[in-house]
């Protein structure tokens, strides 16, 4: 069947930290993987998209890595601070159809202590 | 430059009756994909309009339908409302594709919470 994971517990971190966040995906051939944030009861922030021919994207003090080999999405966040904290989703999209249909992961909660 | 727009921010609604929610797209964009996020979950695809018309449908009932205005804004319906709709409803707009090179950035609205008593 086909999954999208995330951590599922929350990630505690110290302040200046790296946060690194884990999206794995099962039975998806993806075009590109978005990741986006959320803060509660708000709606998720466009952060980064990466796409399947590429390894590597950066953003000031985000990075994200797609490894389709792994099925492996890594989104780090470097030099952390406690604004950092909210949850954060991965997101594919596929090829056919409406490209632009984003499956998400279920989130993790990054809490970023000062 | 207003982003995406949605309302009503909160709704209250009881088990049978309908609801509709309204999303205006971010300027420039002309497609609008509706999601539902129910607690603790990610949001799932329940279909996206471009040109006025259903482009493609997740999997959920036909209780759910839509529709795109000439001016893009969207509406979402929902009939014979169910506990289990209770959630937050998000419109994510992008530009389509034939329209410019940034097609696959999708921005989300602030969602409105539908909850059904």
């Known amino acids: 069947s086909q999954k999208i994971e995330q951590n599922s517990e929350a990630l505690n971190i110290q302040e200046g930290k790296t946060a690194t966040l884990t999206c794995n995906y099962t039975?998806?051939?993806?075009?590109?993987l978005q990741w986006y944030r959320q803060d509660p009861g708000r709606g998720p922030v466009f952060l980064l998209l990466?796409?399947?021919?590429?390894k590597e994207k950066r953003k000031e003090r985000l990075k994200v890595t797609f490894d389709t080999t792994l099925k492996q999405s890594l989104f780090h966040i470097t030099a952390s601070q406690p604004a950092d904290s909210a949850t954060y989703l991965c997101?594919?999209?596929?090829?056919?159809?409406?490209?632009?249909?984003?499956?998400f992961g279920t989130g993790t909660l990054l809490a970023v202590q000062p | 430059d207003a982003g995406v727009t949605q309302s009503p921010t909160h709704l209250i609604k009881t088990r049978g009756q309908q609801v509709t929610l309204r999303c205006s797209p971010k300027?420039?964009?002309?497609?609008v994909s509706w999601y539902q996020q129910a607690l603790g979950q990610g949001p799932q695809f329940i279909f996206q309009?471009?040109?006025?018309?259903?482009?493609q449908r997740g999997n959920f009932p036909d209780r759910f339908s839509g529709h795109q205005f000439p001016n893009y804004s969207s509406e979402l319906n929902v009939n014979a409302l169910l506990l289990g709709d209770s959630a937050l409803y998000l419109c994510?707009?992008?530009?389509?594709?034939?329209?410019?090179?940034?097609?696959?950035?999708?921005?989300f609205g602030p969602g409105t919470r539908l909850t059904v008593l």
């Open positions: 300027s420039g964009h002309d497609t």
């Open positions: 990466i796409r399947e021919n590429e």
């Open positions: 997101a594919l999209a596929t090829y056919g159809g409406a490209t632009n249909k984003l499956i």
């Open positions: 994510a707009t992008l530009r389509s594709r034939l329209a410019g090179s940034s097609y696959n950035e999708q921005f």
């Open positions: 039975n998806y051939s993806p075009a590109y």
């Open positions: 309009y471009y040109e006025e018309e259903e482009r």
